[in-house]
């Protein structure tokens, strides 16, 4: 009923920039928090960045000053520029958001993710 798609990702060098997209769609009442997670091969998946339906944020200490999220709720899309890319931050990119469908209660739902990486 609710799927999420992610896109913008790629090879980039360290130093570059790239900017992921994930956009909701299905029978959608409201979206609550948004959020980009990510998960590097032998590691657990980990939280990049959260922001809430009003726009409040929260990063990862290793994001931050580097990565800005944002999100347009009338197109129902999160955001995530990444700037001054690190070869850590090889991973794959997962979009997460906590959905109100049309009569149903609130459950979080998953991109099936966007590689990432970084090259020295």
């Known amino acids: 009923q609710v799927q999420l798609v992610e896109s913008g990702g790629g090879l980039v060098q360290s130093g570059g920039s790239l900017r992921l997209s994930c956009a909701a769609s299905?029978?959608?009442?409201?979206?609550?928090?948004m959020g980009w997670y990510r998960q590097a091969p032998g590691k657990q998946r980990e939280l990049v960045a959260t922001?809430?339906?009003?726009?409040?944020?929260n990063y990862a200490d290793s994001v931050k000053g580097r990565f800005t999220i944002s999100r347009d709720n009338a197109k129902n899309t999160v955001y995530l520029q990444m700037n001054s890319l690190k070869p850590e931050d090889t991973a794959v990119y997962y979009c997460?958001?906590?959905?109100?469908?049309?009569?149903?209660?609130?459950?979080?739902?998953w991109g099936q993710g966007t590689q990432v990486t970084v090259s020295s």
């Open positions: 997460n958001a906590n959905v109100v469908p049309s009569i149903r209660p609130a459950s979080d739902y």
């Open positions: 922001i809430t339906s009003r726009g409040s944020t």
């Open positions: 299905g029978r959608i009442y409201r979206i609550n928090d």
